[in-house]
């Protein structure tokens, strides 16, 4: 007899999470791991590609955390262009394109995201790029390289936004075109404004409420412009930034039963819902608001990366399950810091809250200390119970990482009041001595009162 | 009749804080409000006083949050250069240096603390300051403006390497002299060892297990020198930086009744132990572990404030208490950041947790972003629940407010496991994808399994 075989399917976050995490707990004589990986490149940074475009980060190879030959180090088979094709759940085996037949133990579906494509045509044009694999950065660089002047980008969440400010900050002229009304749709309407006020005084065109219609080409089928119904944006260079769905195709076509989000449906221990023997995690499958139970499909590599972990943990033979999510997310645009994390007020109204919202403006540091920044913070919560639901923070550089601590008090529960009481840290060169996170909670705590 | 009197002893944090809460409820008609101050100012911030020494802050009127003309706009009625000199519970009234006896209905002493004195000679030389009152920065000032070459700052808790720092980035030559083996006593002794290297490496001096034996001085009385028994360290200038007592002569010679710390027994409402009558805040008071519910006593702002504004909605008809302290603290060295919260491995052990402590490196930003410093993050927890007690960062930029995070975590109660799952932000430029705060957790997490 051999080893039992660990087979995954997708060598980003989730899928090199799992590998690494089984390994650890069982050697390579007990458990033979293989991991099929279409693309070249296996626990690369996604998220890092705007800042490489930025020239920020000038290496490309730093944005990969571990390579292929360091996993074999590990006794982990990592096979780079290597797709599968096909998943034959009732044998037991994944067929590859190129002819393979691997039979498997234990199976990870780690398929990852695929960039949202707005339904116009030109979208396959020369020169529209997602910002998913390090080939969509290496792209959009050999562009700007070559003279790119005027950039599009389609859509305004943190992705969209960090390639606007990176493109903007290598010279080209950008215009942000969003089908919503305000950039970042998870904050409310009043703190987006804030941030579409910041992004356009740093000189980034925002061109809001408005569907992009067709993607316009020269004869060559290259792209020219984006045409929406107020007018037309001309570029020599579109940027997807509408967001990350799952990568399915694979599961689906398996009979891998997919939830109400499109992402594979997974219980707490990353097992598929409709054939509990296979595990799935991060980008592809649908997990759940920590506070609702409803379920929700973020692709995040910290997601993936925890999600990794539990399928590594549980073919490990340990117990192990995810705790959902808040939906935090943080990003910056020039030395604007933009956080959120829970419900926003749509959302805690349609989860069935009574819902208090308050925002706050204080300063990052003590008024008096150099670098003091401006910093609105908002709060979320419930009125009758005082629950913390959510909170956004907006506002120069200390500003950002606050949502941490927002995220924290959410998680464990806290309302606003028992958070108000908190003993946070205080010294100038830091906060004031009431930092805002405390005061726009004591706000809320109020308002629940009165 | 005439309205309600509210007396307040102290016009800092507490005092003005309470002042100006009980104002929001009570108007003027109803109420009189009046503060006896000694100094001449009120609301200023001594924890500012080490950024106007190093030229950080120029001018001393930034460091005053409120003016008593602010004040008296609300009717609050502030008397700067008044001090009490006596207070007659069974009469209800407190007499004034001056001579003048004021009637009050209610009273809040809130008379601060006062710098730690080692019971040394030569301690009232010319040359030896405190950090307590905005005089105490002119005078530093003063002195270094008159060429002072050399300091020497006894003790290292946060106050004393602040003092050490801006001395030192003005060009003076600094000694450092702890009578513990370590800096900043409050954390554990590998995290200790951190900052004494770090500091060190920045070109201060450190002498660490000294306690001092006299300050040496010239014939006309100046400081010449501090004697310990391992050598005599030569200067011009000694700042004390061992911390604050509570000043509480004036309650004491009024019979409230002192705790352990030394400082004033209060309840959660903020109302003397021994005089339910009379309330008393900040620096003067014993508070209480929120962990433990052991006594402590913590002088610093951010808790004076909150006190005061217990007292302040108490007095004003709103049920309100203080929730207790972790000992959360937060300093800059140069570029390094220590921040420290809860209970260190000493402090859980004698409260009786069966402790386990685990210290992990990580990075601020991810690894490949311009920018990622070095951070250590301790977590101390309970072996047996799992429940985190304390935590210790010390790292460069980005380090040091991720302490809240923690303080957050464990003033709700969570678990190391139960935190390890949460939902913190991830972006490129502010974090890894496992945000080293995560990272600890999740070791320590496991570390309860194993």
Known sequence: M????????????????????TRRLRGASDLAITVLEQGPDVSYSACGIPYWVGDVVSDRDRLIARTPHEFAAQDIDVRTGTRAEAIDLDAGTVRTVDGQTLGYDHLLVATGGRPLRPPVPGLDADGVHGVHRLADGADIRAA???????????????????????????????TVV??????????????????????????????????VREIETDADGVVRAVRTDAGSYPCDLVVLGLGMGPEVSLARDAGLRLGETGAIEVDRTMRSR?????????????????????????????????????????VGGRAARFAGVLGTALTAVGELEIGRTGLCTTQAEAAGYDVRAETIEG???????????????????????????GAQVVGGPGSGKRIDVLATAIWAGLTAEEFAGSDLSYAPPFAPVHDPVLVAARVASRAERG
Do not use: W
Request: glycine letters at 14%; proline letters at 5%.
């Open 274 to 314: 409709s054939h509990p023997e296979v595990f799935a995690a991060g980008d592809c499958v649908q997990t759940f608001h920590r506070l609702t139970g409803e379920p929700a499909h973020v692709a995040l590599g910290t997601h993936a990366n925890k999600q990794g972990r539990v399928v590594g943990s549980v």
């Open 144 to 174: 700007v390289a070559a003279g790119a002047r005027r950039a599009v980008v389609l859509g305004g969440g943190y992705i969209g936004l960090e390639m606007a400010d990176v493109l903007h900050a290598r010279g080209l002229a950008v």
């Open 363 to 389: 300063t990052t540091r003590a008024g008096y200390f150099p670098g003091a920044a401006e910093i609105a913070v908002k709060l979320v919560s419930d009125r009758g119970s005082g629950e913390l639901l």
């Open 178 to 211: 969003l089908a919503d009304p305000l950039p970042m749709a998870l904050l409310d309407a009043d703190m987006g404004e804030r941030v579409c006020k910041a992004i356009g005084d740093m000189g980034i065109d925002v061109q809001p409420d408005q569907p």
């Open 2 to 21: 051999g080893a039992d075989r660990f087979l995954v399917i997708g060598g980003d976050a989730a899928g090199m999470s799992a590998a690494a995490q």
